[in-house]
């Protein structure tokens, strides 16, 4: 018969901790993860887990890391100084060399994955604002169609372009196109309509309120004072 003790020690895997360390890693939180490994390498040496196995649950736990960041976009072969830490630990022939190692991995882990998506959001800035300004002239531009377009969630695309830019996502849209009319008033004889329908707005009243509250006068008037300063100073 086997003891409950060698059963516990050939098959338990601290599952839930993994998650947690993933999770950890996965979010760019690099101090948690470190501390997360450093807490289930405390409980392998609680419980009665044979040496062998505590090694075999520590090279699952770098697997999982190593497959956490293949699916966030991470190769090992850009992440040098993961790889070759996990291929010193693999070869490390004492638990205690690899435990010395596990929570400088799961730190660095973290921080691959910190510098990756301080990347992705820069060039998901970049692709969100071109895309609006090829299509500023599109009326039904809104957040939800700019969430869709990109497939993230309204709430996350609102609080990442709010960070890098300190605007919201739609006032963002709507300066551009308070921009756009402002420049076509003055460079062009279109009329408001169709600088409205360039510009992608579709309430007529409603931009010229918002035109008088953000310059004090109406586009009309605008376009003349702006073609008056012109003139007077060519």
């Known amino acids: 018969n086997i003891k409950k003790e060698e059963l516990l020690s050939r098959y338990w895997y601290p599952a839930d901790r993994e998650s947690q360390l993933i999770k950890a890693i996965s979010l760019g939180k690099q101090e948690k993860a470190s501390q997360i ?7 392998l040496k609680c419980y009665p887990v044979l040496p062998e196995t505590t090694k075999l649950i520590y090279f699952g736990i ?4 190593l497959k956490a ?6 190769s090992i072969y850009d992440a040098s100084e993961i790889n070759s830490l996990g291929t010193a630990i693999l070869n490390f022939e004492s638990i205690e060399e690899v435990e010395n190692t596990l929570s400088r991995f799961c730190m660095r882990a973290g ?11 820069f060039d998901l800035i970049d ?4 895309f609006i300004e090829r299509n500023i002239d599109d009326n ?5 169609s700019l969430a869709e377009e990109f497939g993230l969630s309204p709430s996350y695309i609102t609080a990442i372009f709010k960070e890098r830019t300190g605007y919201t996502l739609m006032k963002y849209v709507d300066s551009l196109r308070m921009d756009k009319a402002k420049e076509l008033l003055i460079s062009t004889n279109k009329s408001l309509n169709e600088i409205l329908e360039a510009c992608g707005y579709i309430d007529k009243t409603n931009f010229i309120r ?11 008037q605008f376009r003349i004072e702006s073609k008056t300063k012109y003139n007077a100073n060519a």
């Not at 770098?62 to 890391?65: K, L």
């Not at 960041?69 to 991470?74: A, E, M, R, S, T």
């Not at 692709?127 to 071109?130: I, K, P, V």
């Not at 918002?210 to 009309?220: A, Q, S, V, Y």
């Open 37 to 43: 490994m450093e807490d289930i390498i405390k409980d």
């Open 140 to 144: 039904n531009l809104s957040l939800e």
């Open 62 to 65: 770098i697997n999982s890391v």
């Open 127 to 130: 692709e969100l604002t071109g």
């Open 111 to 121: 921080s691959y994955v910190n510098k990756y998506m301080e990347t992705k959001k």
């Open 210 to 220: 918002k035109f008088k509250k953000n310059e004090g006068i109406t586009p009309m």
């Open 69 to 74: 960041l293949n699916q966030i976009g991470i």
